[in-house]
């Protein structure tokens, strides 16, 4: 079965650098999003994607945030500058249609970071 | 505007049942039920689109009172399996793009032999 999959697993930065997530959505999805989970809370949303634009975005989603699709199959989340607050677990999902539309998201493994 | 869950803990034995309720202030278009294992990312239950519509595979099925702006899920007959944090996630009438699910705070589920 087709998967979601994210890279690094675990990545470690200092405070102020600028840390890069990396995802290969499933093929055939158009719908891509970034979710983030503190340790031990709930799912927040970031970011949707779709058509090469950002389509809905929270207020977690600030200018240090980027979302990028450089190529047919990577989608990437960048911080510009990471804040000890940005330590959680990111996940990237995929969907084939619009949530509204009854979509399911699948989601990837997830990318821990860990800012010190 | 997240949906809120309740409850936010239950301890089951093996073969019980329990309810997770899910509710939103704002006038839903579908809500999605997803499970979170412990180091794992959340998988795909089920998604409601109606009002009113119920759906179930295996013995987890789930209902959506679109008037009443909540959602819960059944599990009968609990198996161990079963443990993992329950999330409801949410798609908003007014969201433009209907494209920002919105997850609730969880439900953490334990079922014991």
């Known amino acids: 079965e087709p998967e979601v999959t994210q890279t690094p697993s675990h990545q470690v930065t200092q405070m102020g650098q600028e840390v890069i997530l990396r995802c290969v959505p499933i093929?055939?999805?158009?719908?891509f999003y970034w979710y983030r989970q503190i340790l031990g809370q709930k799912v927040e949303f970031l970011v949707s994607f779709y058509n090469n634009e950002i389509s809905e975005k929270s207020e977690i989603f600030d200018d240090q945030f980027s979302v990028e699709r450089p190529d047919g199959s990577n989608f990437t989340l960048k911080i510009r500058s990471t804040k000890l607050e940005d330590s959680a677990m990111y996940f990237c999902a995929s969907s084939a249609r619009l949530g509204y539309e009854g979509s399911p998201l699948h989601f990837g493994n997830g990318t821990r970071l860990t800012v010190t | 505007q997240q949906p809120v869950q309740s409850p936010q803990a239950v301890i089951l034995r093996e073969g019980e049942d329990a309810v997770i309720n899910c509710s939103s202030s704002k006038a839903l278009y579908s809500v999605h039920w997803y499970r979170q294992k412990h180091g794992e990312a959340p998988v795909f239950l089920m998604i409601?689109?109606?009002?009113?519509e119920q759906k179930g595979h295996d013995k987890i099925s789930a209902s959506f009172n679109e008037k009443k702006q909540q959602s819960s899920l059944y599990l009968t007959a609990s198996q161990l399996s079963y443990s993992g944090t329950y999330f409801c996630?949410?798609?908003?009438?007014?969201?433009?793009?209907?494209?920002?699910?919105?997850f609730g705070g969880g439900t953490r589920l334990m079922v014991k032999p």
């Open positions: 409601l689109l109606k009002g009113g």
């Open positions: 996630g949410t798609v908003h009438l007014n969201n433009n793009a209907g494209n920002m699910l919105t």
């Open positions: 093929s055939n999805h158009l719908y």
